[in-house]
């Protein structure tokens, strides 16, 4: 794995590179109208489990390459967090007949992971920046869930905030470990088509749970 010496950090790129994709994240009306503190309970409490089985789909890969070199060198166990949605969705009482895994857009999600890991399990760590990256998001966004739905605890929100106060340390040391895995400009220009069409696949996601009736 060789790496020109001029090359931009592999994390400066993805950056850059995914901004307008990160732009066009935060315009989705989930977002927009989670924002805006009127986004319905329901639909609020119908993400938690698709979240959840994207994030059981991400995890349960870079598991199975846990032995990878390079996922080995960035991925940490405090990485796995899904089981922490339970407890969310446990406080919201979501009652649905639909499994998360019958969206179109959860099974999208794990093709996208299947094929990324079949073509170099390191483009996983492409998919991963996306779903880490926006724990930084979820984070200013819970205090809107809160506010809106009117908890004053912790509850219903965990997994909203899975590094506590950890995040920014976490999210730095992920930051330099992607720098500094020596990636060849192949498995670079992959990583960062992973991260593209994984935001992509999350707009189809906040899609297929909200699309308000005014849209
Ligand atoms: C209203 C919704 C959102 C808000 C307010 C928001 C806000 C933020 C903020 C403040 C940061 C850190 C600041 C920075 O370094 O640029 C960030 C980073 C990030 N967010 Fe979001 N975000 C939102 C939605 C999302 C969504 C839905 C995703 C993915 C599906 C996402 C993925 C990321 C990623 C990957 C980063 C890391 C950027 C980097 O430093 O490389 N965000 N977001």
């Given at each position: 794995m060789t790496e020109a010496v001029n090359e931009r950090p592999i994390m400066e790129r993805l950056k850059t590179d995914t901004r307008s994709a990160h732009d066009d994240a935060e315009d989705q009306f989930f977002m927009r109208d989670l924002m805006a503190g009127t986004l319905p309970r329901e639909v609020f409490a119908a993400s938690l489990r698709p979240l959840q089985a994207i994030r059981a789909c991400i995890e349960k890969h870079l598991q199975t390459n846990a032995d990878h070199p390079a996922i080995a060198a960035c991925i940490r166990p405090y990485h796995h967090f899904a089981h922490l949605y339970d407890s969310d969705v446990e406080y919201f009482g979501v009652a649905s007949d639909r499994s998360a895994e019958d969206l179109k857009s959860v099974q999208e999600f794990c093709r996208l992971v299947?094929?990324?890991?079949?073509?170099?399990?390191?483009?996983?760590?492409?998919?991963?920046?996306?779903?880490?990256?926006?724990?930084?998001?979820?984070?200013?966004?819970?205090?809107?869930?809160?506010?809106?739905?009117?908890?004053?605890?912790?509850?219903?929100?965990?997994?909203?905030?899975?590094h506590g106060r950890d995040l920014m340390p976490r999210w730095r040391e992920f930051v330099e470990c992607m720098n500094n895995l020596g990636l060849s400009a192949k498995q670079r220009e992959a990583i960062l088509a992973s991260a593209s069409n994984t935001f992509r696949v999350m707009g189809n996601l906040y899609r297929e749970i909200y699309q308000p009736a005014e849209s």
């Open positions: 299947k094929d990324a890991e079949d073509a170099d399990p390191v483009n996983l760590l492409g998919i991963f920046y996306v779903l880490e990256g926006s724990n930084m998001g979820a984070s200013m966004l819970r205090v809107k869930v809160q506010e809106s739905y009117e908890i004053e605890g912790s509850e219903g929100t965990g997994a909203m905030v899975p």
